[in-house]
């Protein structure tokens, strides 16, 4: 395992260039499936056996249920870098996983492309492992190993049929969307119409839920209300999401970046860059200058985890990010490019500079604002 990616997440390995991580709430998944696995689902199911081997196949068949999940989320993440739509990280968390893709497809039939395979993989996925219990039988292999693999065929069908409901932003979700962009030539309201069909899909199961735990089904009433709630904010965020690439697309750097923003010296303590400027001013970060020129940047992510020790040793020079580990935009990029260099540089601010002149900052945060500012005023 790597040094930690996230506040919430931890990376694991690279494959074919694509990092994989997981979320701290995946382990809480990982654990319950394992346990219920073991200790209640394979003794109901197939009794007799020693309690040790319940455990060994339950820890098996939840390792190959996990990697299921993540070859699902990796044909994905092939298909969309074959057509150019980059993912370079799929995140493992509570409710499956995820590939972050950097921006939207650039066509409709890329989008089905994409969509489409990963479905296509956990059926492929779920013959293999029908087929293979099918051959622990051929050799008379103990059925508490057939009956592991006959489970993974199933959740594998479970998990492509659910991935194909119409509700954006499931698998079959974006090929309705994909559908209904390629009819109209509209991303943002093909992508609205798709969203609300993802919150209508939420809304069934969060009713579904409700009337499980009506009849006595607790865990799985409450399981399908939280799937429900997620679904229904991941649509919403998926709808806000392409609304603030299209406004972003259209917009230059230099035309809403911060101009003339307030700067640090490299020799100050980061004590004083704390109670002079963090504190004072409340931003997240600030360009260091050394003589005219831009050295580097100061964020809290650099000074939150030093003790007042440390703080008070150390100069911002020794803890600034420097400007060459790509912190660096010009004015004339599109504000969408520079959202995307801040995932790939993980910072939430750029120093803008105009032939090798600073001419000032631009933040996530300020992308957002002034691209819901624009939202709200054009009438999205």
Do not use: C
């Amino acid at each position: 395992m790597a040094r930690p990616s996230g506040s919430r997440t931890f990376e694991l390995f690279k494959i074919a260039g694509v990092q994989v991580e997981i979320d701290y709430s995946w382990l809480i998944i990982f654990a319950l499936v394992f346990w219920s696995l073991s200790a209640s689902y394979f003794p109901v199911e197939y009794p007799g056996y020693p309690v040790i081997r319940y455990w060994v196949v339950g820890f098996v068949a939840t390792l190959l249920f996990f990697a299921s999940v993540l070859i699902h989320e990796l044909s994905h993440a092939s298909m969309a870098n074959r057509l150019g739509a980059n993912i370079d990280r799929i995140t493992l968390f509570v409710f499956g996983g995820v590939a972050h893709m950097s921006g939207e497809p650039r066509s409709a039939n890329d989008e089905i492309r994409i969509a489409a395979v990963g479905p296509l993989s956990s059926m492929v996925l779920a013959s293999g492992f029908w087929l293979a219990s099918k051959g622990f039988a051929v050799m008379s292999a103990p059925p508490l190993w057939m009956a592991a693999f006959r489970y993974l065929a199933f959740i594998n069908l479970a998990l492509a049929l659910f991935n194909l409901l119409p509700g954006f932003p499931l698998d079959g979700g974006r090929l309705l969307r994909a559908v209904l962009w390629k009819r109209s030539g509209d991303l943002q309201r093909a992508t609205a119409r798709a969203a609300d069909w993802g919150s209508g899909i939420a809304w069934g199961l969060i009713s579904l839920g409700a009337i499980e735990i009506f009849v006595g089904a607790l865990i799985g009433g409450l399981w399908l209300i939280f799937i429900g709630l997620f679904l229904r904010a991941a649509a919403a965020s998926g709808y806000q999401g392409t609304v603030m690439e299209q406004v972003l697309q259209r917009l230059r750097v230099g035309d809403i970046m911060t101009r003339e923003p307030i700067t640090l010296t490299p020799d100050l303590s980061v004590s004083d860059a704390v109670e002079q400027y963090f504190l004072r001013f409340g931003h997240g970060g600030f360009p260091v200058v050394a003589e005219g020129g831009v050295v580097g940047l100061l964020s809290l992510s650099q000074v939150r985890d030093l003790t007042p020790a440390q703080r008070a040793q150390k100069s911002v020079s020794e803890v600034m990010r420097p400007l060459t580990d790509g912190l660096a935009i010009d004015p004339q990029a599109s504000a969408l490019e520079a959202l995307h260099k801040m995932s790939e540089v993980d910072s939430g601010r750029l120093v803008v500079i105009d032939r090798d002149k600073f001419v000032g900052l631009i933040t996530r945060g300020g992308l957002a604002r002034f691209a819901q500012m624009k939202s709200l005023l054009e009438g999205r």
